[in-house]
């Protein structure tokens, strides 16, 4: 049997532009020879199609977009992703919906029975679950295969995954016991760091467990916050990978089970596969939400010279406007490696300086503050000075703020309200410190050239706010930060497990005591890429006016 994995990327709501490209992969597949083609999870709608699913006209005019599809279906079998609603007197009244279409109507249906309600999944809030998982006997060249269907989160039912077994059921199981010959899956997985390679393993043991050959497509493309990293893959009945789809990018892959040969493009890994996330996210946020270009306030540092470099991989530095506004307390570099980053990248910059609007923020304000000293108040105002300035550049020229603050900051509150915060989208909100530096060298190494400055990476960071000033008269060395925030935040662990791995217990209980009294903060933030197992946004949800760690 000949399987395509029609890895596609959808916009969420745009059910004829989804509707068309789902067609063509069809068209596709089978000119190329397939006897199945798998299009991903709620392909029609978009995924995750959120509250737009309560909106009364939505959920028919998606099955009208099915119905469409179905009928341009010739002799291929196509799995495809949509709505379906019940008339059920009890439940949500939608079911999230693989169809299966043949000759030009749908011929089959498998309704997703694991539905996720963790991290940054909320199906249980849209979706009833379904009951039987479906057998259907899928004709090839050779006669007939009895195929399993499932929904992405249907094989995700190993405890091995989770700290602990998440579901009664395992929907893969019960699929092999009804006689299924093959099991095939269709997914919209969101990427983080090390996720691809999870899912391998797990998709792997399934099809060795069962004894029969798995094949799973996965969504690729940016949705507001998540981005889906493709990666699609098939596996023999031993649980070998024999064909794996490629990375972040749309993909047509034929997958022949009777052929020994292997497809397999190869995964990127840590840094790369971050930087690859970061660009497809950024392109995909500001072409799906139609912006004209992007603006970045670029101070000289490691963090707007990486999303600067991101911003312009992603939609060309024609688009990419760049604005430096030092002050008083600016070094000669800052200017120095901010038009450096400017000249490599080919981009446009501006030089705003910021020390009239300082001045007169201080001097109205001077006989309201009682002649207190000055403390963090004053280089605040500098922060939202050039947030100002940003924000006008924004509002003239039509143009996206990206903030430039990573997760180290976001973390710990290393951030100005209305200032650095400000802006559309947090390109780098996910990224630590020290994969920050990473990147920044991996972005140097691809491109064969210094795009980001030698001298932006090796100097100490610092905000520049004061005279002298370093990150580190704040915050620990950022190693050190950013080994203490993976603990507390993406693993949960507690102070005293993170003081018994060897970190020093004033030093925890300070990043643990900033991280918590800075949830305001970051409920304020733009909306961040997520690449990490736990990002800041949806995937925490974590009250603000509370006291425990």
């Known amino acids: 049997m000949k399987i395509a994995l029609a890895q596609i990327n959808t916009t969420v709501g745009d059910l004829q532009g989804n509707a068309a490209k789902i067609i063509v992969a069809i068209g596709e597949a089978e000119r190329a020879g397939a006897d199945v083609v798998l299009l991903p999870e709620l392909t029609v709608p ?72 963790y991290d940054v999944f909320d199906e249980t809030r849209y979706f009833d679950s379904g009951e039987t998982p479906l057998v259907i006997r899928v004709p090839t060249g050779g006669g007939e295969v009895a195929v399993g269907v499932t929904i992405c989160e249907d094989l995700w039912s190993d405890d091995f995954y989770f700290a602990r077994r998440l579901y009664q059921r395992d929907p893969s199981a019960e699929l092999r016991a009804a006689g299924a010959e093959c099991i095939v899956n269709i997914g919209a997985s969101p990427f983080a760091i090390g996720k691809p390679a999870r899912r391998v393993k797990l998709f792997s043991q399934k099809a060795a467990d ?27 009945a031993t649980g070998k990978l024999v064909a794996c789809a490629k990375s972040f990018a749309e993909d047509m892959l034929i997958v022949d089970f009777s052929m020994s040969a292997n497809i397999l493009t190869p995964m990127p890994e840590s840094a790369a596969a971050v930087l690859d996330a970061l660009v497809l996210g950024t392109r995909d946020y500001i072409g799906k939400c139609g912006f004209k270009g992007v603006v970045i306030g670029v101070s000289g540092g490691i963090d707007s010279a990486v999303t600067a470099a991101v911003a312009v991989e992603a939609f060309g530095a024609d688009r990419v406007h760049l604005v430096a506004m030092p002050s008083r307390f600016s070094s000669d570099h800052s200017l120095t490696d901010a038009e450096l980053l400017a000249n490599a990248l080919g981009c446009e910059m501006r030089t705003i300086p910021i020390e009239a609007m300082h001045a007169a923020a201080e001097q109205t304000l001077a006989p309201h503050f009682n ?23 924004s509002n003239k020229f039509g143009w996206l703020l990206l903030t430039t603050g990573n997760k180290s900051e976001l973390a710990v509150g290393y951030c100005t309200l209305y200032g650095d915060m400000c802006g559309g ?51 620990p060395a950022y190693d050190k930060l950013d080994a203490i925030l993976e603990r507390y935040i993406e693993n949960e662990e507690t102070v005293d497990e993170i003081v018994a791995a060897g970190f020093d217990d004033a030093v925890v209980r300070d990043v643990v005591r900033k991280v918590d009294r800075n949830e305001h903060k970051r409920k304020q933030a733009a909306v961040g890429l997520k690449v990490t197992s736990r990002a800041f946004g949806t995937g925490r949800r974590m009250p603000i006016a509370a006291k425990y760690s």
Do not use: W
């Not at 995750?48 to 099915?66: C, G, H, I, Q, T």
């Not at 469409?68 to 009890?90: D, L, M």
């Not at 798995?214 to 098939?234: E, H, M, P, Q, R």
């Not at 100490?460 to 370093?470: F, G, I, M, N, T």
């Open 210 to 236: 069962h004894g029969v050959p798995l094949a799973a497509v996965n969504l690729v493309g940016g949705n507001d916050d998540l981005i889906f990293d493709g990666a699609s893959t098939a596996f023999d």
């Open 46 to 117: 978009g995924y995750p199609p959120k509250d737009f699913l309560l909106k009364r006209s939505f959920v028919p005019a998606n099955v009208e977009a099915m119905e469409r599809i179905a009928a341009k279906v010739g002799g291929i079998t196509a799995v495809v992703g949509y709505v379906e609603p019940h008339q059920a007197e009890k439940g949500r009244g939608v079911y999230n919906t693989a169809a299966i279409c043949r000759g030009g109507c749908i011929v089959g249906r498998h309704r997703k029975i694991l539905l996720p309600t």
């Open 371 to 393: 002649s207190q000293s000055p403390d963090v108040t004053e280089e605040n105002m500098q922060a939202r000075a050039r947030g100002s300035i940003l924000m006008a550049m």
């Open 425 to 475: 989208l947090a390109v780098i909100s996910d990224v630590p410190k020290t994969m920050v530096y990473k990147i920044a060298r991996l972005i140097n190494e691809r491109a064969g050239r210094e795009l980001v400055p030698e001298g932006t990476i090796t100097k100490p960071p610092s905000a520049e706010l004061r005279p002298d000033q370093l990150d580190q008269d704040s915050l």
